[in-house]
């Protein structure tokens, strides 16, 4: 399923010539847009068209005359602006000149990632599209909702999952819906005939994944036995992870972890799940993890990486030397 309010457009095809798309959840975003032009070739008989542009690239009144001059020829079109918040309010008047007089053919789609609910309904422009139900929020799926998400999505692969085994992977992955989805299908090809995903199949794949060794890296982040760390290292550079990459996980760690420690006398669960924009069940592992170390100690760490991410840009030196110099120094204290 694309969007519910969606779905009911197209099964009663009563589809609006224009949407509005907002929120910041890029992985929905894009499953309803080829919704959508799975709709249009179905509809039409032929291959339907997407054309995508950025409000950086087109003035909206430039951007509708294309709209109303592309139903000239060929089938219907997809016509995706991006970024439309970023549009002066006064220029905004095109839209409402759209809606009044709208191509025939085509499906409009504005996307605007920042804007929220409360703004679109308050909105003198976006507000219209709302009430005639055309205006789409994709937020980020809270952690009570994307354990039942993974769970729908490997049935539509064709397994079931188990509630054990997607908690796992949340905790493995992280609660990027891309991510996810993109190692449910691997994990579904690695279960093979199998009709249930379970958590040691999520283990056993992990450990051939990049974004599970760069969890294990960060998870390694303070103890005190070095040998896991340079484990972690060595599988994620052999799997072909760029340094840069790396640097940028660990340094994006030890800022949470500072955060956390910074907040944490003063905030509740949930205000620390939202301030680190991780779910709510990791903010537990988040502060355990933060106990092993001061607050110095994680700001000295977090020097040693850009020490290290410079070495690595300006010498001819091996960039692994580099990264597991300091990966040794990152333990607790």
Not at 7 to 28: A, I
Not at 117 to 125: F, I, M
Not at 265 to 274: C, E, G, M, N, V
């Amino acid at each position: 399923m694309s969007h519910p309010i969606l779905e009911r457009h197209l099964e009663r095809q009563s589809l609006r010539p224009l949407y509005l798309f907002f929120g910041e959840e890029e992985f929905l975003m894009e499953r309803a847009l080829r919704r959508l032009e799975q709709a249009l070739t179905e509809k039409s008989g032929e291959p339907s068209h997407r054309v995508v542009q950025d409000a950086s690239e087109v003035s909206l009144e430039d951007f509708f005359a294309q709209a109303r001059l592309s139903t000239l020829w060929g089938s219907g079109q997809l016509l995706v602006l991006r970024r439309v918040e970023t549009y002066p309010a006064e220029a905004l008047g095109a839209v409402k000149a759209y809606l009044d007089h709208p191509a025939p053919r085509n499906l409009v789609i504005l996307t605007a990632p920042s804007l929220k609910a409360r703004e679109v309904q308050r909105h003198p422009v976006f507000g219209r599209v709302s009430k005639g139900e055309a205006a789409l929020a994709f937020s980020r799926l809270r952690e009570g909702e994307l354990l039942p998400w993974l769970t729908r999505e490997a049935k539509r692969l064709g397994k079931t999952m188990t509630p054990p085994a997607a908690q796992r992977l949340v905790e493995v992955v992280g609660n990027n819906l891309s991510e996810l989805h993109q190692e449910l299908q691997k994990l579904v090809l690695f279960a093979g005939s199998e009709a249930t995903l379970t958590p040691q199949q999520v283990s056993q794949l992990a450990s051939h994944s990049r974004s599970y060794n760069i969890f294990a890296l960060t998870d390694a982040l303070g103890e005190a036995a070095l040998p896991r760390r340079l484990a972690a290292l060595d599988h994620l550079l052999d799997l072909g992870e760029p340094p840069a990459k790396i640097l940028t996980m660990l340094a994006r760690q030890l800022r949470q972890l500072i955060r956390y420690k910074e907040a944490a006398p003063h905030s509740s669960p949930a205000d620390l799940a939202k301030l680190l924009k991780v779910p709510p069940g990791i903010v537990n592992k988040v502060g355990r993890q933060a106990k092993k170390f001061t607050l110095p100690t994680l700001q000295a760490h977090l020097e040693l990486l850009h020490r290290a991410d410079l070495a690595i840009k300006t010498s001819a030196t091996n960039p692994r030397f580099w990264l597991e110099w300091v990966v040794t120094r990152l333990g607790p204290g």
